[in-house]
């Protein structure tokens, strides 16, 4: 039996006949063809509005998401006018033909936006724009002496962003009436208020159905983390917040941004506090350089007032002072990474790599003159483990200023602090950057696994073998200082000491306190008149000491009525 007879017979029904095959269904067109047109763009309107309120893309040619936005556009109209045009299979050319003439417009529109999206891509391509690139971030060379003061060691930042949000975490643990009904943002911005640096933290609504059941009154609080004293404040607010990123429809505050500012690009968004306890959002509005894509840059902020969404306008040059954080961190990074890697060319960036340079995998903040700096280290582009140096950038102003100061990379000197208390399998917080006697310094909180700071740590920038710890910034600081005399790196303040003199003798009063979260004993030997001071951390055999006990000290003579102790053992 050959192919046709087969066929044929399986097509035959059980009586015999043969059947034909089903025919394909007839879809009549819907209306006139200017009806189609007309509904074909009433469906595209509904989806332009939906996704736009939605997505909230910047009307903005130099807004990759708007081309993509447009793009949508033309597909919908093209879909909606297919299904609308019908099909027939004896006319399939004749429909064909007619759909072609429909949608040529958005095809064209579409070929059009793809074009204008490749060349402005091309146009700000770092192979072509190298030098412009290089160019975003202005550069000054800087003295770390005379720029940075030596550190005021009552407004040393103690905390890391994630210390800072543990910590309000368990203070809102402790507030019955809005733990149930909120939650502490991820997320906590580091500014100066009133002089001292502080972490902001705003509430979230806990979820949709709290929000509904709290709406009216907005969010009731923000929190203060105090980054010195580490003591969580909870700011209690006449009128709630009612713009926040948990909101939802028109309170929503990026839809809210976006309904007043439909043409502005949006970059970070953070929260900060103004002098007198105001809230605000602080949004980052920035532009493109470099071709239609390329080269972002800040050009102002709006601030947007969360109680009563009022919102203003500022370009760079008229922020207000007390606004801590314009030009958004990971920016700043990426502007400078371009000028150590592109200043001397792109093909020099790929072969021979001549004075390229990159900032560290982490950063940090100093607060200088009342304004945010962020901090990072510059290191080679090979990845030898040590800095060639580090900038300092305004957050505000964009301010730039590099250091040269060859010395220890930022995780080298985190190993070494974790190395120095290994037997306690503490992590070292990314560092600070302090100045101590001139002396460029990392500080860093030691934490152990539940988060929690236990210790602290000194590590020189230069050397940075020299590491001291300890249990309060006092005793890390006073260790340190010794380090560095001893080891060369500074001269002894004080001049010339006199011998150390070691005593034994009874115990006759004992009394004790607490000093930067560490306790501190203070000893009365019979027969002297000064008291000596011991570290518990340093000393543990003091917490058992009691009144009457032998004790050997070993001390440096001053006059002072309170002398501390080198040494301390209990006979």
């Avoid at 954080?325 to 990971?330: K, T």
């Avoid at 700043?332 to 000028?339: G, L, M, P």
């Avoid at 990392?442 to 020299?466: C, E, H, S, T, W």
């Avoid at 303040?493 to 979260?517: C, F, H, L, N, Q």
Wanted: glycine share 6%.
């Amino acid at each position: 039996m050959d192919f046709r007879t087969f066929f044929a017979a399986i097509n035959k029904d059980q009586d015999g006949s043969t059947f034909a095959p089903r025919a394909k269904k007839v879809r009549k067109p819907h209306g006139t063809p200017k009806t189609r047109i007309l509904i074909s763009l009433a469906i595209t309107l509904v989806f332009g509005l939906i996704y736009f309120y939605i997505e909230l893309p910047a009307i903005n040619i130099h807004a990759t998401e708007l081309y993509w936005f447009l793009f949508l556009l033309c597909a919908v109209f093209c879909v909606a006018m297919t299904l609308l045009s019908g099909f027939s299979p004896d006319k399939g050319t004749g429909y064909i033909n007619n759909a072609r003439r429909n949608m040529a417009v958005p095809f064209y529109i579409a070929c059009a936006i793809g074009a204008v999206f490749v060349i402005g891509s091309l146009a700000g391509a770092v192979i072509f724009r190298a030098k412009a690139y290089s160019e975003l971030l202005p550069i000054q060379n800087g003295d770390f002496a005379e720029d940075i003061a030596e550190i005021n060691w009552e407004q040393v930042p103690m905390l890391d962003e994630d210390s800072a949000n543990n910590l309000a975490n368990r203070k809102l643990g402790e507030l019955s009436d809005l733990v149930s009904q909120f939650t502490v943002s991820d997320s906590s911005a580091q500014i100066n208020l009133q002089g001292a640096p502080v972490r902001v933290s705003y509430l979230n609504y806990d979820n949709f159905f709290k929000w509904l059941s709290n709406r009216s009154e907005g969010i009731p609080a923000y929190m203060t983390v105090d980054m010195v004293t580490q003591e969580v404040t909870v700011v209690r607010m006449e009128e709630g917040i009612k713009y926040s990123p948990s909101e939802y429809f028109g309170r929503d505050l990026y839809r809210h941004l976006r309904f007043k500012y439909p043409t502005l690009i949006f970059d970070d968004v953070n929260f900060e506090v103004d002098e007198n306890g105001t809230p605000f959002w602080i949004a980052t509005v920035v532009t493109k350089t470099i071709g239609l894509f390329g080269g972002t840059d800040c050009t102002g902020a709006v601030l947007v007032n969360a109680v009563t969404g009022e919102c203003q306008y500022y370009d760079m040059e008229s922020v207000p002072t007390w606004v801590d954080r314009v030009f958004p961190s990971d920016l700043v990074i990426s502007q400078y990474d371009y000028y150590g890697v592109y200043h001397n060319g792109f093909w020099n960036s790929l072969f021979v790599q001549t004075d390229c340079t990159e900032t560290t995998a982490g950063y940090n903040y100093i607060a200088l003159d009342d304004d945010v700096w962020l901090y990072t280290g510059i290191t080679s582009v090979s990845d030898d483990r040590g800095n060639i140096g580090f900038i300092l950038v305004n957050q505000r102003t964009k301010e730039a200023k590099y250091y040269s100061c060859a010395g220890a990379e930022e995780f080298s000197a985190m190993d070494s602090a974790e190395g120095a208390v290994q037997q306690y399998s503490y992590d070292a917080t990314f560092p600070l950057l302090l100045n101590v006697s001139d002396q460029p310094t990392y500080f860093m909180a030691l934490k152990d696994a539940a988060g929690l700071v236990k210790m602290y740590a000194l590590v020189n920038v230069q050397q940075y073998q020299i590491v001291a710890t300890g249990s309060s910034i006092e005793a890390c600081r006073e260790k340190y200082h010794e380090l560095m005399i001893s080891g060369g790196i500074i001269k002894d303040d004080i001049g010339e000491r006199p011998e150390a003199v070691t005593v034994t003798s009874d115990v006759t009063d004992i009394r004790s306190a607490v000093s930067g979260g560490e306790t501190v004993y203070y000893f009365l030997l019979n027969g002297y008149e000064p008291y000596f001071t011991v570290y518990a951390s340093d000393f543990p055999e003091a917490v058992i000491t009691s009144v009457g006990d032998s004790v050997t000290v070993t001390y440096i003579p001053s006059e002072q009525s309170i002398i501390k102790a080198t040494s301390f053992e209990r006979n």
